[in-house]
């Protein structure tokens, strides 16, 4: 007798191929039977006519140890309803492993972590210590440049001298040999702004020896967004390295005028082998570090230099004659998270300028000045027909850029953490017909599987790790607003997650049926 059995649906097995009418047989977690089943039994039956049956959606770039209490307590819930069954972290070059000192003060700046004990230095340890903890939904990771490279410099810029590189190689190849997926790098950061080329060729080599990709955060998306692609572009290209380019935007028109040229050369680059890939949240909007709005050398070399910049007589005039070159970064931004100075938090930057009877340039300089480094901002500064381009490419990724939910810990947050899945699905297959249910379907599934080296999951195929989703595509739509983002999408009917039913009949499962994804020793 199978665990469960799915009837009658239409099934995408996510290879890009026409989806068939077929049955679907489940045991012990695996997918272990694709064809007629009608006069089989299982313990759990699911008649899915005129439905979408698909592999578990993968969230390709993921926050959630970005927040550390919400990785380990949520569970999940607002991505297991959006069809999500896989998540990746360690971006944007921050993960929670390896840790050379035990510090988590990198990090820091994204969240406050609460009384989380941290009981762990290596990857192998702390995807052990995920599995004791149970997760709602399949993760892995990256491993975070940023946290390591802070650890030797201390914050300051300047290379890491050749004893220092030799150790991180050594602490990398042992992390991906405990089933880390790549490396991600954090550019836009001022930690990593000291990071080169040869720097990161000497990562990417282990890298690719192993199988597995780079993750990029751009250095900018504004003033110097050309040269940040090109940058990556020629990396890829000397190294011969697999790379993913992060929440991918081109601020302003200027900008958006260079992103036909730029799709051009991506599509050319990866004619002859598919190397470089791009990830987009469907959202005209996007959290963001305040840092990515001031001019780049503000920050470069640390806290310090930073606050001896924006104090400055001399500094100060020419980061605000720089800031009012690019208002659009910053006339619509929303504070989300000031830490300690919580009163800012929720307020806009006119509301701010008004309170200190400043101007913008001078309100936003005065927050950064007194909110020490966490200040997370939420901002507009996306063009819709950009997103439709990037969407419709073929060498695009769709991804949340957002964590999990707990609502005894989350005080704001971006609608994406509750729809981008299902808005994907709703306008840009559904009514705006830029991609056909297959491709579609593709794109979040098999696709990035096979991209960043998952084994046995993304595809409905028999032996595999049984992640599916049932949703009704007459039916699928997200309902998040900004104004009242904690609304779940509609569609999404049944989640199953290593052959349990994790969702199902509007219930979500008080067990945790998630696993750590290890890229060596998928368990």
């Given amino acids: 007798m199978y665990d469960i059995i799915i009837k009658n649906g239409t099934l995408f097995k996510g290879d890009n191929q026409l989806a068939q009418k077929n049955d679907l047989g489940i045991k012990d977690g695996r997918i272990v039977f694709i064809g007629d089943l009608k006069n089989e039994k299982a313990k759990t039956e699911i008649n899915a006519e005129s439905k979408f049956v698909a592999p578990g959606f993968i969230d390709i770039h993921n926050d959630a140890d970005h927040s550390l209490n919400l990785l380990f307590s949520s569970s999940a819930e607002n991505l297991i309803r959006q069809g999500v069954t896989t998540a990746i972290g360690g971006n944007c070059g921050a993960s929670l492993a390896p840790l050379i000192s035990g510090s988590l003060d990198y990090i820091k700046r994204w969240s406050d972590f609460g009384d989380i004990n941290v009981n762990w230095r290596s990857v192998k340890d702390f995807f052990d210590n995920l599995d004791k903890r149970k997760i709602g939904i399949n993760f892995g990771m990256l491993i975070g440049w940023g946290t390591l490279r802070t650890e030797f410099s201390k914050g300051e810029f300047r290379n890491l001298t050749k004893e220092e590189m030799e150790k991180l190689k050594l602490l990398i190849k042992k992390s991906l040999a405990e089933g880390a997926l790549g490396v991600s790098f954090g550019l836009g950061y001022p930690a990593e702004k000291g990071v080169g080329k040869k720097e990161i060729l000497a990562i990417g080599e282990l890298v690719k020896n192993k199988g597995g990709y780079l993750s990029f955060h751009l250095r900018d998306s504004s003033e110097n967004f050309l040269a940040s692609v090109n940058e990556i572009f020629e990396i890829s290209k000397e190294g011969n390295l697999s790379v993913e380019i992060s929440h991918f935007k081109a601020e302003g028109r200027e900008n958006s005028n260079l992103l036909d040229g730029i799709i051009e050369t991506l599509s050319n680059y990866n004619e002859s082998e598919e190397l470089i890939n791009l990830d987009i949240s469907p959202y005209n909007s996007e959290v963001q570090a305040i840092y990515s709005v001031l001019p780049e050398w503000v920050a470069v070399g640390g806290r310090k230099v930073f606050l001896k910049n924006i104090t400055g007589e001399d500094t100060r005039k020419k980061i605000i004659q720089d800031l009012k070159k690019k208002k659009y970064l910053y006339k619509k931004f929303l ?13 806009s930057l006119e509301e701010i300028s008004k309170s200190f009877n400043l101007s913008p340039e001078e309100s936003l300089l005065k927050v950064a000045e007194v909110c020490d480094e966490k200040i997370i901002i939420f901002g507009e500064n996306i063009y819709q027909e950009d997103i439709d381009k990037i969407i419709e490419n073929p060498y695009s990724f769709i991804c949340t850029n957002g964590e999990f939910y707990n609502p005894n810990k989350s005080t704001w947050f971006h609608p994406k953490l509750f729809g981008t899945f299902p808005r994907f699905l709703e306008r840009y297959v559904k009514e705006k017909e830029l991609l056909s249910w297959e491709e579609a379907i593709f794109k979040i599934t ?8 998952l084994r046995d999951r993304g595809l409905i195929k028999e032996n595999y790790f049984a992640d599916v989703v049932i949703f009704n595509p007459e039916k699928i739509k997200d ?8 609304q779940y999408p509609e569609g999404i009917e049944t989640v199953i997650i290593n052959g349990n039913l994790a969702y199902y009949k509007g219930v979500l499962s008080s067990q945790r049926y998630g696993k750590t994804i290890r890229r060596l020793a998928d368990k």
């Fill in 446 to 453: 098999g696709k990035v599987a096979k991209k960043i080296g």
């Fill in 479 to 486: 309902k998040t607003t900004i104004k009242n983002p904690l």
């Fill in 335 to 347: 504070i989300t998270d000031s830490g300690r100075q919580w009163w800012f938090s929720g307020k």
